[in-house]
T-cell receptor, first 114, second 116 residues
């Protein structure tokens, strides 16, 4: 079975500081993709960053970067220079093998405080 | 690229009524997904299409739920004889299958359904 676990239901960070959100996953597939999505309150699910399992280099998108530890099956998201607009629910998701649907974690609610 | 759109954004209905939601994917995307999300939870997969073919349905999708994607463009999700437990956000996502590069699903704004 494929699973995604986010062990931090809620987190908070001060504006301009750095925060790391944790995600672990399980799959027996060799070919898979990992995603972080952001869902602001009452707003749309937005792709933050994507990582291909076959790539050793960690993905980066502006202030967002991941720490992909394939052996440990860990995929954490680091947000640098946090902004008030980063306040949202963050979901980690897995797409593995021939399984087309995304497997989701329960999410981490992040509050950025002024 | 106008993104994925969904209509309506909100729907309030009485128990027992039928409702239909529409999703328009990103124009060149060949895959379309429906998910359901309840408050405080991650999305749950319902079904997906590749072009006009419905390739997978979740066991969550009871006989009261039906989805179509005629001509491989927009999709509709119909719920018959709605129940209060159907109250949720219904999310649509689309993607372009790129062999060797995987796919990325892009989401619409969702349709929030409230069954009274």
């Amino acid at each position: 079975a494929q699973t995604v676990t986010q062990s931090q239901p809620e987190m908070s960070v001060q504006e301009a500081e750095t925060v790391t959100l944790s995600c672990t996953y399980d799959t027996s597939e060799n070919n898979y993709y990992l995603f972080w999505y952001k869902q602001p309150p009452s707003r749309q699910m937005i792709l933050v960053i994507r990582q291909e399992a076959y790539k050793q280099q960690n993905a980066t998108e502006n202030r967002f970067s991941v720490n992909f530890q394939k052996a440990a099956k860990s995929f954490s998201l680091k947000i640098s220079d946090s902004q008030l607009g980063d306040t949202a629910m963050y979901f980690c998701a897995l797409n593995a093998g021939n399984n087309r649907k995304l497997i989701w974690g329960l999410g981490t609610s992040l509050a950025v405080n002024p | 690229d106008t993104g994925v759109s969904q209509d309506p954004r909100h729907k309030i209905t009485k128990r027992g009524q039928n409702v239909t939601f529409r999703c328009d994917p990103i124009s060149e995307h060949n895959r379309l997904y429906w998910y359901r999300q309840t408050l405080g939870q991650g999305p749950e997969f319902l079904t997906y299409f590749q072009n006009e073919a419905q390739l997978e349905k979740s066991r969550l999708l009871s006989d009261r739920f039906s989805a179509e994607r005629p001509k491989g463009s927009f999709s509709t999700l119909e719920i018959q004889r709605t129940e209060q437990g159907d109250s949720a956000m219904y999310l649509c996502a689309s993607s372009l299958d790129d062999p060797g590069r995987g796919e990325t699903q892009y989401f619409g704004p969702g349709t929030r359904l409230l069954v009274l």
